[in-house]
């Protein structure tokens, strides 16, 4: 809403939350073009509801707690008028922030990048074009984090265009679901992160990224356990400052 920006559709998705986001909603209601309050299967699958429910020509994605920073919209339209406007994702760099720290990731989703394997997703910093959504299909509802990784690998794969805006476009607060941690959680992560490397990769590339993975979900699990949520995420912080 701060965005200052005219031709916007605000569309939010709720899956029966239990906090205070009916009351929010309620205080905003005038300025929110729909509304959709019901159960869902996931993430991904209220994220295809918004995303089937949208007239715009261009789609972006914020989760709640996150936020779009000053003239992002702006500098998406700008790059968005230079392009085709067919089969496109624009993407930008995104802050990662806790408490007062903050740290900076810049996305890469370059062709040198996918074909690497080495690709970088900002998901609340990307937008993607309706018509691509139409050709290649929404989010695949099987995986339960790692589905936006796995659509963008699909539509490089179909050829779509990715244009790069160098600038923080959103903000990702710490503390959501993919900060969280437990052994179930560990092994469905890993197994999806294999899954998806293995179908647009390798047996092999899928093994090695897995193991990254758990490696890395366990190391964060034992400091989480030791220091507490705190400590843990101000130290997080700092880890993804020097990625």
């Known amino acids: 809403m701060s965005q200052n920006f005219p031709n916007l559709e605000y569309i939010i998705v709720d899956g029966l939350s239990i906090d205070k986001t009916h009351k929010i ?61 067919k089969d496109i994702v624009i993407y930008g760099d995104m802050y990662n922030e806790y408490d007062q720290f903050k740290a900076l990731s810049k996305g890469d989703l370059s062709d040198h990048a996918f074909k690497t394997g080495k690709f970088k997703i900002n998901h609340p910093a990307t937008f993607v074009s309706r018509s691509l959504y ?16 796995e659509f963008l690998l699909r539509a490089f794969k179909n ?47 899928g093994l090695k990224k897995a193991s ?3 490696y890395r ?3 964060n699990n034992l400091f989480y356990s030791i220091f507490g949520q705190n400590s843990f995420l101000k130290t997080r912080i700092k880890w993804l400052d020097r990625e």
Request: glycine residues 6%; positive net charge; aromatic residues 14%.
């Open 159 to 205: 050829n779509a265009k990715f244009l790069k805006i160098d600038h923080s476009l959103a903000t990702f607060r710490l503390g959501g679901l993919t900060s969280s941690y437990n052994l179930k959680i560990m092994i469905d992560r890993t197994r999806e992160e294999y899954d998806i490397f293995k179908k647009h990769y390798s047996k092999w590339y």
């Open 25 to 85: 909603i309620e205080t905003f209601k005038e300025q929110i073009s729909k509304i959709i309050i019901e159960k869902d299967n996931g993430i991904y699958d209220a994220m295809n509801k918004g995303v089937q429910e949208a007239n715009g020509d261009l789609i972006g994605i914020i989760n709640s707690d996150d936020y779009y920073n000053d003239n992002a919209f702006n500098l998406v339209l700008k790059k968005y008028n230079l392009s085709s406007k």
């Open 217 to 219: 979900m366990l190391r």
């Open 212 to 214: 990254k993975k758990f």
């Open 134 to 149: 139409e050709k290649i299909g929404y989010f695949d509802i099987n995986y339960q984090t790692g589905s936006d990784r």
